[in-house]
């Protein structure tokens, strides 16, 4: 029980700064303004996205049915894994529960408005790598994190 409380405060705390943080993009800036935080390095840059990762898939027909079937899905398929864990795999938990948060953040997005608010603009000078949000740094962080916990929980069965 004490981990599910856990995987519900980290899953609720993130899908309301990621939905805060586009609430307040979109209230605030015009599509496509631009405000730099670091030179040559940082902006909040409103654009919206209506494909997944590097605008993928954005101007296909289908993209939104997909997008969604999609984040639905994986939603359940990281309820069902997270269910199957051990107690004992801390790390783990906290990963699914990035995860989870950011794969349900986009996914109001995509029912709310058909596209998902990107607005994190990390470049070098010209060179931009495209804009992101909180729910797509979730997700990121999260992926990582499970990786660390896959690779030390690998040691741990090496040596027991």
């Known amino acids: 029980m004490k981990r599910w409380s856990l995987f519900s405060a980290i899953a609720i705390v993130g899908i309301i700064i990621d939905q805060i943080t586009k609430i307040a993009i979109d209230r605030?800036?015009?599509?496509?303004?631009?405000?730099?935080?670091?030179?040559?390095?940082?902006?909040?840059?409103?654009v919206r996205n209506k494909g997944a990762a590097f605008s993928f898939l954005s101007n296909a027909s289908w993209r939104l049915p997909f997008f969604i079937t999609i984040s639905i899905v994986a939603a359940l398929v990281i309820l069902v894994a997270f269910r199957r864990m051990r107690d004992n795999q801390k790390l783990a938990h906290i990963s699914l529960a990035m995860i989870?948060?950011?794969?349900?953040?986009?996914?109001?997005?995509?029912?709310?408005?058909?596209?998902?608010?990107?607005?994190?603009?990390?470049?070098w000078y010209r060179h931009h790598w495209p804009a992101f949000n909180v729910a797509?740094?979730?997700?990121?962080?999260?992926?990582?994190?499970?990786a660390?916990?896959?690779?030390?929980?690998e040691k741990r069965l090496k040596k027991g």
């Open 28 to 46: 605030s800036m015009q599509l496509f303004d631009s405000i730099p935080v670091i030179e040559h390095f940082f902006n909040i840059t409103y």
């Open 100 to 123: 989870f948060s950011g794969a349900v953040g986009n996914l109001i997005d995509r029912i709310r408005l058909g596209e998902v608010i990107d607005f994190l603009d990390v470049h």
């Open 136 to 146: 797509d740094s979730l997700i990121c962080v999260g992926v990582f994190l499970l």
């Open 148 to 153: 660390v916990d896959m690779i030390l929980e």
